[in-house]
């Protein structure tokens, strides 16, 4: 059997069409001052050509595949140690109490911050170059007899609970070719440039919500006791010298975004073989098929299956050859 | 030249993957190409040196068949005791108001599929296949002794319907359980059977046809269809060495065409059939995974003529899929 390039990315195609994969998740990660939160729903798109046969080495590569963000929010929650002023004693009183100077808290709420930063104009970037290779699964045991007795009394078992086949997961060997990923390149950030000014502009945005409504008098009180307002957002996020870098951190490794849509595509193309075939190969079922009642005095006579000896891949710039030998009965 | 140059998916099947095919068959389903009557039935069980099922009656004396029967060893576990021969109603012996029949076998011994033309002599039409069958038959011929008491008992069962009043001869041949109390209908023993083996070519054509089944997530709209056209002795020595009349290797020919076309050949070409079915179903996965279904199209083109074609000893199909979504991630 042969299966063209042509044919292969028709189906990754419909694959991917945004009705059958979407790339959805709530992850989060919390630290000591602040937690972030995200907000994912994406779609992905390609090009005409997506999937590229090549053969010296085989490999498949899945090239320029687009997630498109429809929702890409971050939403910061910032909870900074309240500081208070004032409340000194100015006068001991008569009694051994004393006369205070007014008293002034700021940030006392839990959390003092909620943002939530857009990121859905980003374009990210996923390629991926896989090995094509060809496995054999075991899920039953090597002995034909007795794999038609499990076979068959799993099929009752189920008859038996009203319910039909397969029986899952199936009791079948089975030849499995199977994409291995030799990389997996996912790329968030296309702009890089662009997120530092994004952080930058985000820190702004932190500080005029936690000290925008205060008097003048107040702001020169905070930044006398904690220094910038802006740089003590900052190490309260703990964005350092290198905002993009800080994001990227968040997304890439606290949120692992990557993962999640490495793990949508792994579902696809990783977890589950391309191309299965079953060993022995059914070819006549049971007769009459388990779970239908056999006439009175008559035996249901069994499956006629054949072996499976081998299964050879090779893949050519435009083609994979799937080529099974049927093994001879002996 | 690539496979896939004409469509998307190219499947071929060998003959002689389709020879192994039958073979399994054969050992699988060993009452497929082997018949014959209740002593005969019991014979092969004896010559086996296997029990027979509790159906089989050996009291009325065993016969071996022509052949002795080749079997896979599930089809006489106990668990399924599959029948090594479908057992056959004695053949009526003309004039005896079917109160008399003989014992018979009839044995499909090789089968093989040639997709190449066997010899010049024979040239084959577009598309056309041969499958070379050898079928050996036998019939019981009776002792004088046992003749002798088969006509005593008609006749006395004759003798007793004339004297009962109202008794129609054909009715009482119907009466089962009168039958039975006579012992008819009578089978007079035979010492063996008396055997011959005949080689012959089955001439037949591949086609689509309409026949829509839906196999996972893939639609096939066509199945292919193996049908006879022409069936003839090809055992040319025999015949030439021991030259018989036309009219009766006509009727030979006819009889084992009805035999082959209606008895074994459904079976076998639906086993076919649906090996081939199912290598176009390409048990797919991905496929199933992505809720995906997806249409199989047998195109023909001026470049495609025939689709299935029979091409250098295999059968090509060439196949284009028309991938569609049903909506809904996994």
Redesign the interface.
Known sequence: ????E??VN??V???L?P????IQAQPSTAGDAFSVSADIDAHLEHGDRLIDFRNSPDQVKLDELDVVWDTFDLDFELDIPEICIGGFCITPGWFGDCVRAPRKCFFEADPDLSLTLNLGWLRSEISVLADLLVGYTNNRTTD??QA??DE?DALEALAAAGESGPVDPPLVNSWDVSLLPDTFDVDIFDVADIVGDLVEDLLERAVDALVGFLPEWAIDVLEGIAGSLVGFVRDALDVGDDAAEWLSDIVGVSLDVPGIIIEVLD???ID???????DP????DWSPPLGDPAPS??????????PIEALDVDL?E??V?LTA?????Q | M???DH??????LHEE?ID??I???Q???P?LFNYGTARVVAGAYAAAEVPP?E?VDGRRGRLPPCEVIPY????R?R?????LMTEEDPLPVVGTDGLVGMDYAVQVTDLGIDFAPPGEELAFKDQQYAANASVCAGLGCPGDADLDGALETIEQFRSYVDRREGLELATATNDRELLAEFGLPAVPRADALRCFCLDVEVVGTVSMVDRPTVEGPLTIPQSPKFEIDDIRLTDLETTNEFPLPAGFVHSLECYIEVFLRLGVFP?LA??VE??VQ??LA??????T????T?TVELPTSGTVPYNPAIEEDELRVYVD?D???T????
């Open positions: 059997m042969a299966v063209s042509a044919g028709d189906v195609a419909a694959l069409d009705s059958v994969t979407r034909y007899v038609q007795v068959h579902e696809y193309f589950y073989p391309v191309f299965r075939i079953e190969f059914p070819v006549l005095n008559e035996p249901r006579l069994i499956p006629a299956t054949v050519t435009t083609e050859v030998t049927i093994g001879a009965y | 690539a496979y896939t469509s998307d998916v190219y499947g071929a993957g192994r095919v073979t399994h068959l050992r699988k389903r009452s099922p159906s896979a060893p599930e089809v576990d668990r399924w005791n599959n029948p079976s639906e086993t649906r090996t199912q290598a390409m048990q797919n996965p991905v496929l995974l992505g809720g995906l997806a899929l991938v569609a979504t909506g809904g991630a996994p």
